[in-house]
């Protein structure tokens, strides 16, 4: 029996009970790997998971964006102190809104000049004063909504379009507000290199880790693969995962917008606990791997409300977690609700994704699973009990 035994039952258990459809778990301790995957790919057709299924990696993918993009910046190509406006000048006049309440207790703004240019770097760690439109009726996010930002039927360039006539939510590298700061990175790349972002991911990360199935548009004779939601057990609905139909999108996201077999992920895992490199390949050099999983946060940064959101997930100095370039990392022993080593890194996806790696520990998780309706349950049950297994 193996030491995370207790961990592989819990999971046993709770697609047994038809809490989740499925998963597949991937563990790496000191050098000794423990897999387990059970359930189903789509639970009402009653497909199993199988090796080859493909699972949405949602804002999983944000990690994968960010390391690409690092590249960029070893080989001096790109640089976290360039104005965004500098690869999309249509960026260069945004406004920032700062709300207000009227007379009759309506919420409303005001337009302001943001206080410095929006940097590169606002872009990894999320404080460039961009939203999400999904998750709150302030009125910055509403007009994100309202402009069809998320909407897959337009191309980079219109979103970029609309971008410009909308409003940042804050003055940029003052405030954490998670949102569509890595799709605008993951453009950036696109601009650099006069290529798309597949054709970049498949050159810079895909083919030198050897994960030959990773894609933004799987092939159509892979999306049968996929991994489906199973439905609410409360309002009998099938859950609505924003990547979809990120293969039939006229956009690519970096943010959001990847799919991956657990064994592409599992390169990818190694990669991550071999501080960028892996086998012959070298992705990051080490001392860019240990800036990008340092807290980038400022001191006195404040945070969007809609952090709360993310629960474990939020990036809170008071709970010992910081944001680096593009991961949660962990800045205290204790004051986190969850147990870790300082200096673990970890990010999540609304499908259900989760990842995290502790070096000191020398562990490594990948867990990609479809079930966005209880992700944050699993991802908080997946630290307690692996930790208790060491």
């Given at each position: 029996m193996?030491r995370?035994a207790p961990?592989f039952?819990?999971?046993s258990?709770?697609?047994?009970r038809g809490?989740?459809?499925g998963a597949?778990?991937l563990?790496?301790?000191?050098?000794?790997n423990?897999d387990?995957?059970g359930g189903?790919?789509?639970?009402?057709s009653?497909?199993?998971?199988?090796?080859?299924?493909l699972?949405?990696l949602a804002s999983?993918?944000k990690?994968?964006t960010?390391?690409v993009a690092?590249t960029?910046v070893?080989e001096?190509?790109l640089?976290l102190?360039?104005?965004?406006s500098r690869y999309?000048?249509?960026?260069?006049?945004?406004?920032?809104?700062i709300?207000?309440e009227?007379?009759s207790g309506?919420r409303?703004?005001n337009?302001?000049?943001p206080?410095r240019?929006?940097l590169?770097?606002?872009l990894f760690?999320?404080?460039?004063?961009l939203?999400y439109?999904q998750?709150?009726?302030?009125p910055?996010p509403?007009?994100?909504?309202?402009a069809?930002?998320?909407?897959h039927?337009?191309s980079?360039?219109?979103i970029?379009?609309?971008?410009?006539?909308l409003?940042l939510?804050h003055?940029?590298?003052?405030?954490f507000a998670y949102?569509m700061?890595t799709?605008?990175?993951?453009?950036?790349?696109?601009?650099?290199?006069?290529?798309s972002?597949?054709?970049?991911?498949?050159?810079?990360?895909?083919a030198p880790l050897?994960?030959?199935?990773a894609?933004?548009?799987p092939a159509p004779?892979?999306?049968g693969?996929i991994?489906q939601?199973?439905p609410?057990?409360e309002?009998?609905e099938i859950?609505?995962l924003?990547?979809?139909?990120?293969?039939?999108?006229?956009?690519?996201?970096?943010g959001?917008?990847?799919?991956?077999?657990?064994?592409d992920m599992?390169r990818?895992?190694a990669?991550?606990?071999?501080r960028?490199?892996h086998g012959?390949a070298?992705?990051?050099?080490?001392?860019?791997?240990?800036?990008m999983?340092?807290n980038?946060?400022p001191?006195?940064?404040?945070?969007?409300?809609?952090c709360?959101?993310?629960?474990?997930?939020?990036?809170?100095?008071?709970q010992g977690?910081g944001?680096?370039l593009g991961?949660?990392?962990?800045t205290?022993?204790?004051?986190?609700?969850?147990?870790?080593?300082p200096?673990?890194?970890s990010?999540?996806?609304?499908?259900?994704?989760?990842?995290w790696?502790?070096?000191?520990?020398?562990?490594?998780?990948?867990f990609?699973?479809?079930?966005?309706?209880?992700r944050?349950e699993?991802i908080?049950l997946?630290?307690r009990l692996v930790y208790?297994?060491?």
């Open positions: 193996t995370f961990v039952s819990a999971l258990a709770a697609v047994e809490k989740i459809p597949h778990l563990l790496s301790r000191r050098g000794e423990f387990w995957m189903y790919r789509d639970r009402q009653g497909d199993p998971l199988t090796a080859d299924t699972y949405r999983l993918s990690i994968m960010s390391v690092l960029y070893q001096g190509r640089d102190s360039d104005e965004v999309f000048p249509a960026l260069a006049d945004m406004k920032v809104a709300e207000r009227t007379i309506e409303a703004i337009l302001v000049d206080e240019p929006m590169v770097h606002d760690r999320h404080t460039s004063g939203t439109g998750f709150s009726d302030s910055v509403a007009a994100y909504r309202a069809g930002m998320s909407d039927d337009q980079r360039d219109d970029i379009a609309k971008l410009a006539t409003p939510a003055h940029p590298g003052t405030t949102g700061s799709d605008v990175l993951g453009w950036i790349l696109e601009v650099i290199e006069g290529k972002l597949e054709d970049i991911f498949r050159a810079r990360l895909f050897g994960m030959e199935e894609a933004f548009r004779d892979r999306i693969r991994a939601p199973q609410d057990p309002t009998g859950p609505v924003g990547s979809r139909n990120f293969y039939e999108a006229g956009w690519l996201s970096g959001h917008g990847l799919f991956i077999t657990a064994g599992k990818f895992m990669m991550l606990t071999g960028g490199s012959q070298r992705i990051l050099s080490p001392a860019i791997f240990d800036w999983t340092s980038h946060l001191s006195d940064v404040h945070f969007d409300p809609d709360d959101l993310l629960g474990p997930m939020a990036p809170y100095s008071d977690r944001f680096g991961v949660l990392v962990r205290a022993p204790g004051l986190a609700s969850l147990p870790g080593t200096g673990d890194f990010w999540s996806g609304l499908s259900g994704s989760y990842a790696v502790d070096p000191e520990q020398d562990l490594s998780c990948a990609l699973m479809q079930s966005p309706t209880n944050r699993f908080t997946l630290r208790g297994c060491l």
